[in-house]
């Protein structure tokens, strides 16, 4: 009696799954000429489930409130057993996270893969993206540090550059005139469950999208030509290799290589991430000096210092993020062939050298 | 020396994967369980000080001890008992009778005398003595 092929058998005769496991995994070709960028996906997958669970386990000793928050992460460091390895896994993991997804999006973007028909899972994408970093702006602020504090009245400080409903907006983000209980209170809820629940929907439409459409192939090679679809059609792969366990396999092996890193970083320079002024805690009185975003976040913070008004820096902004979001409807031509799109790749190293330059511009300023 | 064919490498990649993360989840495993076991407090809560006043004589007051409800009774002037406070029935409260003096287990009955021993109802055994000393006008419990 084999109790594997017993388990198996039991749930064929009751959900079909071997026909289920064939369809999705072993008889899903992908194809040949595959690479490790498109391991990106799983890889956040698995960087994600990381910030869940290190997540959840963190909220068994925080408590959401701004008498109590910085004395709770600070008993987490120092009394809870291996607390620090949580909370590091976390801070880290969502920088780390920030890093994986501007990679996936720089690779979709070279391989033209946000093309028709697969705007949808761009636009997907794209909003994820942006929910990742809110989810870095709410979780920012519960520590309740001066790090925490200020960062969080500078940033919702921003929304006062919309005309006409700038000032509501600022009251409306912060739940008052200033950051207070009620920011953190409406900050905590959105980090632990209203951001959650919208990126776990939004994660299951773009791997149906992905699923749905099929992967695409890398315009490398002579066989890659550029194809015009007009009616639905699921992008097929005839002489591809197996989902499982050819890509699986590379999948896990880039996955262990992110999480060795996010290990390495924990152990070895956690504090990367953690400057001073997170280590005090939040004091609405006394602003320290240089206060700065995150490093994910200087680029925009450089734009609103550079422009003359910080509506215009806004606009700009906004501008920028417009684009990249809209961009499978501007871009609609077929060719994906980075050499063909000679335009297309000069503004994109240009981008990469403008968010470089102005995030390194913010750090130094 | 012949090169291995994909099937052996991925066989090889897939049995060092399998073997990698086995290690890792065996390690994380510790860390998780140290993260959600009860946090040891040393032995700062092992003695508990209560003032004398708070215990009149014939009456009970309850307190924590050790993070379990506890009681603190004065049969007569200058004597003290500490007992716990959880029946040893299924762990319910017991309550102080003051005209009876005697404990009563509001759940399923369960009676204890002053000195915890079980008058009746359900309970096995006895409630759990703590030892009890005085500091001024201080009691120390533990």
Partial sequence: ?365 | MDDATPKERRTFLTVILGGVGAVVAAVAGWPLFRYLSPIDKGSAEDLVRVARQEVAVGGAHFFSYQGRPAVLLQPSAGEFLALSAVCTHLGCIVKWVDDKQEFLCPCHGGRFSPAGQVLGGPPPTALESYPVSLDGEDILVG
Wanted: glycine share 8%; with cysteine.
């Fill in chain 1, 1 to 365: 009696m084999n109790p594997y092929k017993e388990t198996v058998d039991w749930l064929d005769r009751r959900i079909g799954i071997r026909a289920l496991l064939h369809q999705q995994l072993t008889g899903y070709l992908l194809p040949r000429n595959i690479n490790i960028w498109y391991t990106m996906g799983a890889v956040l997958m698995a960087m994600f489930g990381l910030q869940f669970l290190t997540g959840i386990l963190l909220l068994v000793y925080y408590v959401p409130d701004t008498e109590k928050a910085f004395a709770s992460v600070t008993m987490i460091m120092n009394e809870v057993p291996y607390g620090w390895l949580i909370r590091y896994l976390h801070v880290v993991g969502s920088n780390l996270i920030i890093v994986f997804l501007l990679l996936h999006m720089l690779s979709v973007l070279y391989m033209g893969s946000y093309k028709r028909p697969r705007e949808l899972t761009w636009v997907s994408g794209f909003i994820l993206f942006n929910l990742g970093l809110v989810f870095c702006l709410t979780g920012y602020l519960l520590p309740w540090s001066q790090l925490s504090f200020w960062a969080t009245t500078v940033a919702t400080d921003a929304a006062g550059a919309i005309p006409i409903v700038g000032d509501f907006l600022i009251e409306f983000l912060r739940g008052g005139p200033s950051v207070g209980e009620a920011t953190l209170g409406r900050f905590f809820a959105l980090h632990v469950m209203g951001l959650p629940m919208a990126f776990l929907a939004l994660v299951g439409f773009h791997l149906f999208c992905v699923r749905r459409i099929g992967i695409s192939a890398p315009p490398f090679g002579e066989e890659y030509q550029p194809k015009l679809t007009y009616g639905f059609g699921h992008e097929e792969h005839p002489n591809g290799v197996p989902f499982h366990p050819h890509y699986t396999v590379k999948d896990l092996a880039v996955v262990f290589f992110a999480l060795a890193l996010l290990v390495a970083i924990t152990f070895y320079a956690p504090w990367l991430f953690i400057p001073l002024d997170a280590l005090t805690p939040a004091d609405p009185f006394t602003t320290p000096e240089h206060i700065k975003p995150e490093w994910y976040f200087l680029w925009a913070y450089q734009t609103l210092k550079i422009f003359p008004s910080e509506f215009l820096g806004l606009a700009a902004q906004g501008a920028a993020m417009g684009f990249l979001a809209m961009l499978p409807f501007i871009d609609r031509g077929p060719e994906r062939r980075p050499v063909k799109r000679p335009i297309f790749i000069s503004l994109y190293l240009l981008g990469i050298l403008l968010f470089v330059g102005l995030s390194m511009w913010g750090h130094y300023s």
